[in-house]
Nanobody
Framework: QVQLVESGGGLVQTGGSLRLSCAASGRTFSSVVMGWCRQAPAKEREFVAA????????YYADSVEGRFTISRDNAKNTMYLQMNSLKPEDTAVYYCAAMKPGEFWNQARGVTSFNYWGQGTQVTVSS
């Protein structure tokens, strides 16, 4: 089983930055794709970014490309999401997620690609 624990959310002004962390445990991650999704009030959960744990190759939603950076620290089994130039529309609960081992990322599947989820961390961007 996989356990995912997010941290780093908070309140920030428009244009500010935050870094989210996701500590993963419970299995090895050498062949796993992990990512971040978010859910704003009254909206569906949406894909934000994903990363191949083995290669470090990143994938981004168009809405965050160029502003957010996903990364991972293999030694610490921790994934990060550096969020810069934040906008009020980035306000949401952000979830850390992981796919089943060995599965390949398919951008078209988005949120439905993930099988394991953290509890979420709130990010609020004030205008």
């Amino acid at each position: 089983q996989v356990q995912l624990v997010e941290s780093g959310g908070g309140l920030v002004q428009t244009g500010g930055s935050l870094r989210l962390s996701c500590a993963a445990s419970g299995r090895t991650f050498s062949s796993v794709v992990m990512g971040w999704c978010r859910q704003a009030p009254a909206k569906e959960r949406e894909f934000v970014a994903a990363i191949s744990w083995s290669s470090g190759y990143p994938y981004y939603a168009d809405s965050v490309e160029g502003r957010f950076t996903i990364s991972r620290d293999n030694a610490k089994n921790t994934m990060y999401l550096q969020m810069n130039s934040l906008k009020p529309e980035d306000t949401a609960v952000y979830y850390c997620a992981a796919m089943k081992p060995g599965e390949f990322w398919n951008q078209a599947r988005g949120v439905t690609s993930f099988n394991y989820w953290g509890q979420g961390t709130q990010v609020t961007v004030s205008s």
